[in-house]
Nanobody, 125 residues
Framework: QVQLVESGGGLVQAGGSLRLSCVAV????????MAWFRQAPGKEREYVAA????????DYADTVKGRFAISRDNAKNTVFLQMNSLKPEDTAVYYC??????????????????WGQGTQVTVSS
């Protein structure tokens, strides 16, 4: 069983930056591919970015490509999401997710094994 705890959300002006963190408590962190998703009010949860177990492969949604960067530190059981050039449409609750299968965290949201509780990101215009 893996417990995921996100942090780093907050209020930022458009054009600003935030860095989200997700710490995995228990489990073997390096065994899991990790991803970030987000959900805005009244909308479905959507994929943001993913990283494989080693950090050697990353993937991004088109809406954040070139602005966000996902990374991980297996020694610290932590995955990060660096968010730059933030826009009001980036406002959402951001969730960390983990699964043993990289393909699942990228494309099969209904099969993802573990989710965090979410952290709010609000971007003002």
């Amino acid at each position: 069983q893996v417990q995921l705890v996100e942090s780093g959300g907050g209020l930022v002006q458009a054009g600003g930056s935030l860095r989200l963190s997700c710490v995995a408590v228990r489990g073997t962190f390096s065994s899991y591919a990790m991803a970030w998703f987000r959900q805005a009010p009244g909308k479905e949860r959507e994929y943001v970015a993913a990283i494989d177990w080693s950090g050697g492969a990353t993937d991004y949604a088109d809406t954040v490509k070139g602005r966000f960067a996902i990374s991980r530190d297996n020694a610290k059981n932590t995955v990060f999401l660096q968010m730059n050039s933030l826009k009001p449409e980036d406002t959402a609750v951001y969730y960390c997710a983990a699964d043993t299968n990289y393909r699942v965290v990228r494309a099969l949201i209904g099969r993802i094994m573990y989710w965090g509780q979410g952290t709010q990101v609000t971007v003002s215009s």
